[in-house]
């Protein structure tokens, strides 16, 4: 049976290693989520714990022998111009984002292309890739992201034309959320109101070409992925007093490391990147 995690009145601190365990093939059953509604916050490593401890309902952190957080390093590709930045920092309903997702301990690699629904959902459309392309668009890859932002970006957009311009890497641990039942007795909601959670530490970012790297020591970054409504996961963050962030891997770091205009992001790229002594982190 799956422990439960304490109701928000008896808060206790729970950790990533104290939680039982949940494969992969079940998390893709319940919560594979391509489609979602994404929230995203910003909070220090040292209050996680305590969230963790607050939610109303069942947690289980994937594992995947034996390991419970899984290293990631993504190459994202833009227009010259860079549209795809642009766009989603200035609010746009139709943009995009390419990249490839490499996950580091298997070195299985993806070309994913990320775009928004008119109803602010968004939509992930994965394609294998190899592992030794990671860095570049091969012509398959190409043709794999135009079909996409035509049909549901914007027609305008030349993805022949994206090239790699900003390199991440951090660590991530992936949880699976199910709420309790609204009576008592039923035991646990059915599987579509499960939801997933991703936490992202140590994350690090470098242009390509250039050594500088930026890092964000001491915070993590919190993903509630789900439906339109708020998970219990989010419910449990709002009591802790954390809101949603702007928080966009692609657009802070692009933002801090290039000096750009940061857009909707100003606010954690003058809070949390701004800072010099934070550059060149190992």
Same mark, same amino acid.
């Given at each position: 049976?799956?422990?439960?995690?304490?109701?928000?009145?008896?808060?206790?601190?729970?950790?990533?290693?104290?939680?039982?365990?949940?494969?992969?093939?079940?998390?893709?059953?319940?919560?594979?989520?391509?489609?979602?509604?994404?929230?995203?916050?910003?909070?220090?490593?040292?209050?996680? @714990?305590?969230?963790?401890?607050?939610?109303?309902?069942?947690?289980?952190?994937?594992?995947?022998?034996?390991?419970?957080?899984?290293?990631?390093?993504?190459?994202?590709?833009?227009? @010259?111009?860079?549209?795809?930045?642009?766009?989603?920092?200035?609010?746009?309903?139709?943009?995009?984002?390419?990249?490839?997702?490499?996950?580091?301990?298997?070195?299985?690699?993806?070309?994913?292309v990320k775009t928004r629904t008119a109803r602010g959902e968004t939509v992930k459309d994965r394609l294998p890739y190899d592992l030794a392309d990671a860095g570049r668009l091969t012509d398959a890859g190409r043709d794999f992201v135009a079909g996409i932002v035509a049909d549901r970006a914007?027609?305008?957009?030349?993805?022949?034309?994206?090239?790699?311009?900003?390199?991440?890497?951090?660590?991530?641990?992936?949880?699976?959320?199910?709420?309790?039942?609204?009576?008592?007795?039923?035991?646990?909601?059915?599987?579509?109101?499960?939801?997933?959670?991703?936490?992202?530490?140590?994350?690090?970012?470098?242009?390509?070409?250039?050594?500088?790297?930026?890092?964000?020591?001491?915070?993590?970054?919190?993903?509630?992925?789900?439906?339109?409504?708020?998970?219990?996961?989010?419910?449990?963050?709002?009591?802790?007093?954390?809101?949603?962030?702007?928080?966009?891997?692609?657009?802070?770091?692009?933002?801090?490391?290039?000096?750009?205009?940061?857009?909707?992001?100003?606010?954690?790229?003058?809070?949390?990147?701004?800072?010099?002594?934070?550059?060149?982190?190992?």
């Amino acid at each position: 049976m799956t422990a439960l995690a304490p109701h928000p009145d008896t808060v206790t601190e729970v950790s990533l290693d104290a939680l039982p365990a949940v494969g992969l093939p079940e998390l893709l059953e319940r919560a594979a989520l391509q489609t979602r509604v994404d929230r995203k916050y910003l909070l220090g490593a040292d209050r996680l @714990p305590a969230v963790l401890g607050a939610v109303d309902g069942s947690l289980r952190v994937l594992e995947i022998d034996g390991r419970r957080d899984f290293g990631y390093r993504s190459t994202y590709f833009d227009t @010259p111009a860079l549209d795809g930045f642009l766009r989603a920092g200035r609010g746009r309903r139709r943009r995009f984002k390419v990249r490839t997702r490499t996950y580091r301990e298997s070195g299985e690699t993806w070309l994913e292309v990320k775009t928004r629904t008119a109803r602010g959902e968004t939509v992930k459309d994965r394609l294998p890739y190899d592992l030794a392309d990671a860095g570049r668009l091969t012509d398959a890859g190409r043709d794999f992201v135009a079909g996409i932002v035509a049909d549901r970006a914007a027609g305008e957009v030349d993805a022949t034309a994206l090239v790699p311009v900003l390199h991440t890497r951090y660590r991530r641990a992936t949880v699976l959320v199910t709420a309790r039942a609204d009576r008592p007795g039923q035991g646990l909601v059915a599987a579509p109101d499960a939801s997933r959670v991703t936490i992202d530490s140590g994350l690090a970012w470098r242009r390509p070409g250039s050594e500088e790297r930026l890092s964000l020591p001491g915070e993590v970054v919190v993903e509630t992925k789900g439906g339109t409504r708020p998970s219990v996961f989010d419910h449990a963050l709002w009591d802790a007093g954390v809101r949603p962030s702007r928080v966009s891997k692609y657009g802070v770091g692009l933002a801090a490391l290039d000096d750009l205009p940061a857009l909707k992001w100003h606010r954690i790229v003058n809070d949390y990147l701004s800072n010099p002594p934070e550059r060149n982190q190992p």
